[in-house]
């Protein structure tokens, strides 16, 4: 079987799909880094990760149906009526019964960083546009109430069933007191048409005392109503992207300590107005940012962005799941060029390291999806197609003979209809990642004493199994020859020695090439990868001094040995398997060894 056939479905399929299925459950705030090189198809993966998590929002929505009998809110005439009251007259409290609820709905948000290069800081451009969204999604009005009266409000979490409790003033219920002055205006224009003004009328002293009473107590009301009215009317108005544009605008920006505090505010009424619409949907909401193009920016500006996701989107209530695509092999070497991040992000690695929850590369294009890819560029031909003659059957035989996977081009299928084969798949994916977990914590084990002791990092070994071992499902890799254990370690050597293991990578492809080429064979399949380490350790250290920055991310060399000598010895053969599936080794350090190798022909 071909690296890129599987059941009709390409490479990027599968990566789409099982990186749909993690986001689809992850906790928030999450950030995904999602490393590819330039040209890689990434928006099109991304696009294809949006359609799988709306599905899987979809299929989660008929089950919730199924639990509670229970529909969520939607957007009729109706229901945003009683979303205004909602929110004008009650507040939300998170029950124990949402806590519990699986259904979900993604608001996905692009943030094309090339479109505010030319701005002095980039980063707010990120915020103004996840402002702007979620305005747009929800509506004005809505935004505009929850910002006059709530935003300092965070919802709490209740042990009762009631998930909306009146707002009170002095324990009296704000719709009542609404109500009762609403009331009594009706009554005191009625009483005023049929008496008229009692004033300088003795007769009428008790009728002038009500009016004046009820006079003052209107006159009250509407002044605070006033007040409210006007600043529902600004916010309405003026939106966040507004107000943020106008501090930015100051000209002593620079030195207000205080502004970045204001964003924060900002976010932070975002982040609570999010948590009143997921109580009244009756579902959770997940905002999902895509952060492209960031590494055609200068140094300073990517490292400003990088701040605002580090900073602003990691309140531990916020319901973000940043996606950052990028080269990573860009970013890096921009973050230590950086003038704002001296003596801190030195080694860039280690910097980005800090920030990615969930690592994820994108590997080499596979032959499926390059030639979708070209098919979707001769699609967009056909109108000189039609001004051309086109090419006989028999030089379209010559062309498939001299290409074996050429018929791909035809016969690619972006989805496959077989949801009985799917059960089946997710039942077997479902029990391996179990095992591996368990793996991940068995004391008289051998893996749990090279998992290092950093919550961060144990976070991302979990993160990446469940991707990982889904891959290999979905691409119909053996397991018999990678029992759970095995796939652990194989991540634990990638995290933590990622650095090595490029280089393992390169020398065996280098000594693949040498053979092709009728030289002489210096490994085979069988080959330990350790072996393979020692044979080349003489080249290694002839470029040691330039990869300092890499070697930075590895681990005790002591421990490197005795993990690939003795407790798990894995051989080329088993590399080249796992290797395609491996998401958490940067492709671009292998790259970079690569180009230090020709350098020294």
Known sequence: MSDGECNGRTLYDSYASCLAKTLCYVSTPMTIGLYAPWGSGVNCLLKNVEKQMKIEALNREEKELKRFQERPRGASVFEFISLLWHLLFLKPQITERHAKRKNVRFIFIQFSAWQFAGSDKLWAGLITTLCEDIKNQFGCIPTGIVRTLGHQDTVLKTT???????????????????????????????????????????????????????????????????????MMGKNICVSQK??????????????????????KQEVKVLTNFIHYMEVFERRKIRVVMKIMSLDRCTPDKIVGVLDAMNILLSDPEAPFISVLAVDPSIIVDCVEKSSSLKGVGENGYCYLNRIVSLPFS???????????????AIDGKNALLDDNPLPTKASVGRFRKNASESNLLINVSVESDQPSKQRDVKVSAGSYIQQAYQCTTDINGQL????????????????ITSVMIGLMVERNISLSSFPPQRVVAWIVLASNWPCRLSWIWQCWEDAEQRNKLNEEKDTDDNMLLWTVYEQSLERFMTIRSQIENLLAMDGDPEVFEAFLSESYKF??????????????????????????LARNL
């Open 160 to 230: 009762s069933d009631r998930e909306w409790v009146s707002k009170r003033i002095l324990g009296i219920p704000v719709w009542l007191i609404f109500t009762l002055l609403l009331l009594l205006a009706i009554v005191l224009g009625i009483v005023i048409l049929m008496n008229g003004f009692s004033l300088g009328d003795m007769k009428s002293d008790y009728t002038a005392a009500a009016e004046g009473v009820g006079f003052g107590l209107i006159g009250i009301s509407t002044l605070m109503t006033m007040k409210h009215s006007v």
């Open 242 to 263: 507004e107000k943020m544009q106008t501090l930015m605008n100051k000209s002593d920006f620079s030195s207000q300590l205080g502004f970045m505090n204001d964003v």
């Open 362 to 376: 994108v590997p080499k294009m596979d032959t499926q999806t390059k030639l979708k890819f070209l098919q979707q």
């Open 448 to 463: 749990l004493q090279y998992i290092e002791e950093n919550f961060l990092q144990m976070k991302r070994i979990i993160n």
């Open 571 to 596: 051989t080329v053969n088993d590399a080249k398997i796992i290797t395609p599936c491996t998401i958490n080794l940067d492709r671009s350090l292998k790259r970079k060894m690569e180009l230090l």
